[in-house]
């Protein structure tokens, strides 16, 4: 018996010793002093800022564009408001060039600092078409006759464009279909007093979305002035 009681003393102390004996400190993961070692929380935990993006933290605009930024806000963890420093000022990001830019931010309190990203695409879209070209071009002035100042308009769907006043004097309405900066015609066929223009083409965008070059395939049935080739046309925006 008091064997017994002398083994129950010794295992009782050993477990109150071993728990007594628990490493003490910040549990919590998301704190900036979190000890991984602790198997006990101490209240020590402390935390950074939280830092959020306003809007999307992935933009797309048009190249050529205004671009303003939105900012982004920060909080400490009881909610007041930290500062937000823009480590790459906004107007960093070139709208005059397509291309992939990034805005850093970050807050700072006495605990730590948090940073966040975002993402802005500058690409060739819709609008950068839709607007006055001038049009010089190796074509001829009777084979292909490219008018210079052609009316270019949105087509029935997002990818389409319609190219009114295509040649010179004798008019006509050119549809193409765009993907970014590329421009595809496909064979289509421009009826003229005494025959036809059938054409393709295909071409891109500058980075700048300043010039378009187009080369251009055609066959002109019109007697005399007609004929077949290639050439080349440049759109130089206005």
Known sequence: ??????LFSIVTIGFISLTGCKKKGCTDATATNYNSSAKKDDASC????????IGSSDTTINVGSTYNDPGATAVNK????????VEQLADSVNTATTGVYYVNYKATNANGSATAKRKVNVIIGKDNWLVTWDVTSNCGTTSFP???TPSVTSGSNANELVIDNMFTLLGGTAFATISGANINMAEQTVPVTGGEIIFTGTGTMTATGNIININYSYDNTIPLIGGQGTCVATYTKQ
């Open 1 to 6: 018996m008091k064997s017994t009681l002398v």
């Open 46 to 53: 402390v935390y950074g800022p939280t830092i959020t993006i």
């Open 78 to 85: 009881d909610g007041s408001a930290v500062d937000v420093i």
């Open 146 to 148: 490219l008018s210079g």
